[in-house]
């Protein structure tokens, strides 16, 4: 059976002055892990039994970056899945869309990870190494884009 993770792509918009289109006020939140291959990723977990997926997603929010669902958005219409090997085994991973409600909110890292950053698109998608990663943020923020 194919393992199953679950996880909130987190956005934030700055308010300021330069960034006057749309897209240039947006950062994304990568997380890089403190285990493996020290990847960045959004913060994302496996299913606990009883769960549901969205439920998972904000679990694993509030562990990996301190982050509580009374402090996101969740923004409608954006469900993705992204389905890759990992050590031979199938895994599947479903990701929402959420954008923090005050962009000076405080990340408090869980010990699964080293450090975060805040990231526009561009450089989001060089510390994202995945291709299907990278194109989901592409999508995303074509996503958020196109609905202003």
Not at 36 to 63: C, I
Not at 70 to 81: A, D, F
Request: proline share 4%; aromatic share 10%; with cysteine.
């Amino acid at each position: 059976m194919a393992v199953r993770a679950c996880g909130l792509i987190i956005y934030r918009r700055l308010q300021s002055p330069s960034a006057s289109k749309v897209a240039d006020g947006i950062e994304y939140l990568l997380l890089q892990t403190s285990y493996g291959t020290h990847h960045w990723t959004p913060p994302k977990g496996h299913v606990d039994p009883g769960e549901d997926d969205l439920q998972t997603a904000f679990r694993e929010t509030q562990e990996e970056a301190g982050l509580q669902a009374s402090q996101l958005t969740l923004i409608e219409g954006y469900k993705k899945e992204l389905h890759y090997p990992v050590r031979g085994k199938p895994k599947t991973v479903i990701y929402w869309l959420a954008e923090v409600k005050d962009c000076n909110t405080e990340i408090k890292l869980s010990e699964e990870h080293q450090a975060f950053q805040w990231l526009k698109l561009e450089d989001a998608c060089k510390f994202a190494e995945y291709e299907d990663m990278q194109a989901t943020l592409k999508e995303v923020h074509q996503f958020l884009c196109s609905k202003e």
